[in-house]
T-cell receptor, first 111, second 119 residues
Framework: KQEVTQIPAALSVPEGENLVLNCSFT??????LQWFRQDPGKGLTSLLL?????REQTSGRLNASLDKSSGRSTLYIAASQPGDSATYLC??????????FGTGTQLKVEL | GAGVSQSPSNKVTEKGKDVELRCDPI?????LYWYRQSLGQGLEFLIY????????KSGLPSDRFSAERTGGSVSTLTIQRTQQEDSAVYLC?????????????????FGPGTRLTVL
């Protein structure tokens, strides 16, 4: 059974800092991995999707990497802004199109 | 439409009543998913529809929960005889293809959710 863990569970950083969010998964047989952000009281917004054959994806200040062999993905946020404050979730798609959500990292970027 | 929409945005009901939650996926998306998120908890998978295939109902917590998807588009999640533990935010998502589709076909797009409160 796939288990997806995100560390840290919560993170508070000053504005402008570069930061890394971590996602670990126990079963490396995944089709893809997707990063989302969730704002309070709202749905999830897709940030990046990495296919199993890819090593990384970039969008603006965001960069996500994937290392299947070690069961890890990281989301790098450059020059963080208060608007980046949200909960970040990683999701793995495995066999049978089964989706497993991570535990989430709650990020707060302070002025 | 431009995105996934859900209605109602909020629903307050009394214990024992039935409720229906609606999801309108992005036009042309063949896959549709329902999740729920209880307060302070992660997302819990409920059900997954893919095209005309039989839905994956493995996440439904009890036989009080059911869902259907008419014409491969709109979906309705029905909860019968609601209980207080059913209180949660119910999220719907859609994707162009199955989750494991190559390229970005498996990318999920979420609706804003329906907040259900059972008194």
């Amino acid at each position: 059974k796939q288990e997806v863990t995100q560390i840290p569970a919560a993170l508070s950083v000053p504005e402008g800092e570069n930061l890394v969010l971590n996602c670990s998964f126990t079963d490396s047989a995944i089709y893809n991995l997707q990063w989302f952000r969730q704002d309070p009281g709202k749905g999830l917004t897709s940030l990046l999707l990495i296919q199993s054959s890819q090593r990384e994806q970039t969008s603006g200040r965001l960069n996500a990497s994937l290392d299947k062999s070690s069961g890890r993905s990281t989301l790098y946020i450059a020059a963080s802004q208060p608007g980046d404050s949200a909960t970040y979730l990683c999701v793995c798609t495995g066999g049978g199109n089964k989706l497993t959500f991570g535990t989430g990292t709650q990020l707060k970027v302070e002025l | 439409g431009a995105g996934v929409s859900q209605s109602p945005s909020n629903k307050v009901t009394e214990k024992g009543k039935d409720v229906e939650l609606r999801c309108d996926p992005i036009s042309g998306h063949t896959a549709l998913y329902w999740y729920r998120q209880s307060l302070g908890q992660g997302l819990e998978f409920l059900i997954y529809f893919q095209g005309n295939s039989a839905p994956d109902k493995s996440g439904l917590p009890s036989d009080r929960f059911s869902a259907e998807r008419t014409g491969g588009s709109v979906s309705t999640l029905t909860i019968q005889r609601t209980q207080q533990e059913d209180s949660a935010v119910y999220l719907c998502a859609s994707s162009l293809g199955a989750p494991g589709t190559s390229g970005r076909g498996g990318e999920q797009f979420f609706g804003p959710g329906t907040r259900l409160t059972v008194l």
